[in-house]
DNA sequence: TGAGTACTAATTCAACCCCT
DNA sequence: AGGGGTTGAATTAGTACTCA
């Protein structure tokens, strides 16, 4: 699956919906010629993507998109958001997924779910799984399925914008997870050294080292946890607080020094790589307007 | 988890530019 | 001319990969 950038996206809402499906409800087996989120409000469904079963209950969200044969079966009572949209496209104008939806037999259940991976800035990529616990979605939902039906000028564009608001809530939710997990990992000590020295320039064997690990094993570890290696983790926490730094006045020179950079080259150097501006560039663009 | 090897990226150095 | 900052090339350290 693709990996998008979060901030390059233009989500299109092409259908939503809030409704309550009585028990045997069946939409499948099926094929959209989009992706689909359902939020489970109240009531109990079972979800098949390909060979995998879910069981959906209250509280509880699915993503799915038309690479895999789907079926969506409602077990109880169940009220539902459903919402149709697409990761990237350039017209905001919703296009109602229902002309091509592709109808099929229980057999062609094959496959497993594709996971969309996300990247997110200074952060790393994040994978959307088929099943998740959100919170806060619920009244996002409610104002794209009232902006849908309502349709008043420029809806397309605030659907999209209310989209892009509820897939960021979804990521920032699975971010705070992953430092969750991170805070027990087995690279925490050497998280929180650079943390509390971040101006120190950390050796890989010396942060291997705090965590009884050998250096290629440990930059493994890295890679697996965080997604970054730890060179540029560390090159990265200290752009973070350069940035910070110099919208404050700070010289460069001192300021490259201070950060434990080699040299002022080398720091203008790192700097103009990941933010695309030299650091003078940088100040003067984050620098209010004089008035 | 460690060692060896090939490759990549980080770092350094020198030359350069721009502004005062 | 000198200070502050940028850029490109050469050198060195770090990483990926494979195997034990």
Redesign the pocket.
């Known amino acids: 699956m693709s990996i998008r950038a979060l901030d390059e996206l233009m989500p299109t809402v092409n259908f939503a919906s809030r409704a309550t499906a009585l028990p045997g409800t069946d939409w499948g087996v099926r094929l959209i010629p989009d992706c689909q989120l359902v939020y489970v409000v109240s009531g109990h469904a079972e979800l098949n993507v390909g060979e995998c079963f879910y069981e959906i209950r209250a509280g509880e969200c699915v993503y799915y998109d038309g690479e895999i044969p789907h079926r969506l079966l409602a077990l109880g009572t169940t009220d539902y958001y459903s919402i149709h949209f697409q990761w990237t496209r350039h017209s905001s104008r919703p296009l109602h997924p229902g002309h091509s939806i592709r109808y099929m037999e229980p057999r062609d259940l094959i496959g497993k779910p594709l996971h969309p991976k996300v990247e997110i800035p200074d952060i790393g990529e994040f994978t959307l799984p088929t099943k998740w616990s959100p919170s806060g979605l619920e009244p996002i939902f409610t104002k794209i399925v009232k902006e849908y039906e309502l349709e008043q000028p420029g809806y397309g564009v605030s659907l999209r914008a209310l989209m892009m608001q509820a897939l960021s809530l979804i990521f920032r939710q699975l971010v705070g997870q992953r430092s969750e997990q991170r805070s027990r990992s087995r690279i925490d000590p050497a998280i929180q050294a650079m943390q509390e020295q971040p101006g120190k320039?950390w050796?890989?064997?010396e942060l291997a080292a705090i965590c009884g690990?050998?250096?290629?094993?440990f930059?493994?570890l890295f890679?697996e946890e965080i997604g970054l290696?730890?060179?540029?983790y560390i090159?990265g926490e200290r752009i973070k607080l350069a940035k910070r730094a110099l919208l404050q006045g700070e010289?460069?020179?001192a300021l490259s020094e201070r950060l434990g950079?080699?040299?002022?080259?080398?720091f203008?150097?790192?700097f103009?790589?990941l933010t695309g501006l030299?650091?003078?560039?940088f100040r003067m663009h984050g620098r209010p307007p004089e008035s």
């Open positions: 320039n050796a890989v064997s690990y050998h250096p290629i094993h930059a493994k890679k290696l730890p060179k540029h090159i010289k460069v020179e950079f080699t040299s002022i080259h080398y203008s150097h790192q103009k790589h030299t650091p003078t560039e």
